[in-house]
T-cell receptor, first 113, second 113 residues
Framework: AQSVTQLDSQVPVFEEAPVELRCNYS??????LFWYVQYPNQGLQLLLK??????LVKGINGFEAEFNKSQTSFHLRKPSVHISDTAEYFC???????????FGQGTRLTINP | DAGVTQSPTHLIKTRGQQVTLRCSPI?????VSWYQQVLGQGPQFIFQ???????GRGNFPDRFSARQFPNYSSELNVNALLLGDSALYLC????????????FGQGTRLTVV
């Protein structure tokens, strides 16, 4: 079975500051990794994904994430955040060959002016 | 092109009642998955349907059932509603069976009173 741990339930940062949202996963098989964003009262939007290849993946809205297989981590980063980045962020994995996404508990990112 | 559409957006039901939620996938997508997101938690996988066949089931009681129609739209049914069924129900569609990129709808907010 797979599990995902998002190490911070809430992350407050000031506008234009850098941010890192941490995600660790557990799996006995190879996985695909994803970050989704959820704005208030909305569904999930895919930010980026790692399927294979380069371990540094770039996504929408200036976000990027790095896959570290030895540490089973997939941390999300942005060098300078904006007020509009205020949202809930979910890390998810799916075992290669499987159908379901396994999500973490989410990290609420709050941007202060 | 329209994204994943879900209906209704909100509904309130009484304990013991039955509810049907509907999802229309992105045109051309043959896979539909359902997730339950309880307040403050990450989404939990309920079902996946591909080409009108059930391809995956999460750890949910038999009160939960689903089906997929020839036009690839899907319904999620929940019988004998409990207070704990109150949640945001998300539908996701993808082109392939494997979830390398799932697109989510806005969700249906179900409140059981």
């Amino acid at each position: 079975a797979q599990s995902v741990t998002q190490l911070d339930s809430q992350v407050p940062v000031f506008e234009e500051a850098p941010v890192e949202l941490r995600c660790n996963y557990s799996s006995s098989v190879s996985v695909y990794l994803f970050w989704y964003v959820q704005y208030p009262n909305q569904g999930l939007q895919l930010l980026l994904k790692y399927l294979s290849g380069s371990t540094l993946v770039k996504g929408i809205n200036g976000f990027e994430a790095e896959f570290n297989k030895s540490q089973t981590s997939f941390h999300l980063r942005k060098p300078s955040v904006h007020i509009s980045d205020t949202a809930e962020y979910f890390c998810a994995v799916t075992p290669q060959g499987a159908q379901k996404l396994v999500f973490g508990q989410g990290t609420r990112l709050t941007i202060n002016p | 092109d329209a994204g994943v559409t879900q209906s209704p957006t909100h509904l309130i039901k009484t304990r013991g009642q039955q509810v049907t939620l509907r999802c229309s996938p992105i045109s051309g997508h043959k896979s539909v998955s359902w997730y339950q997101q309880v307040l403050g938690q990450g989404p939990q996988f309920i079902f996946q349907y591909y080409e009108k066949e059930e391809r995956g089931r999460g750890n949910f009681p038999d009160r939960f059932s689903a089906r997929q129609f020839p036009n690839y739209s899907s319904e999620l049914n929940v019988n004998a509603l409990l207070l704990g069924d109150s949640a945001l129900y998300l539908c996701a569609s993808s082109f392939r069976l494997m979830n390398t990129e799932a697109f989510f709808g806005q969700g249906t907010r179900l409140t059981v009173v």
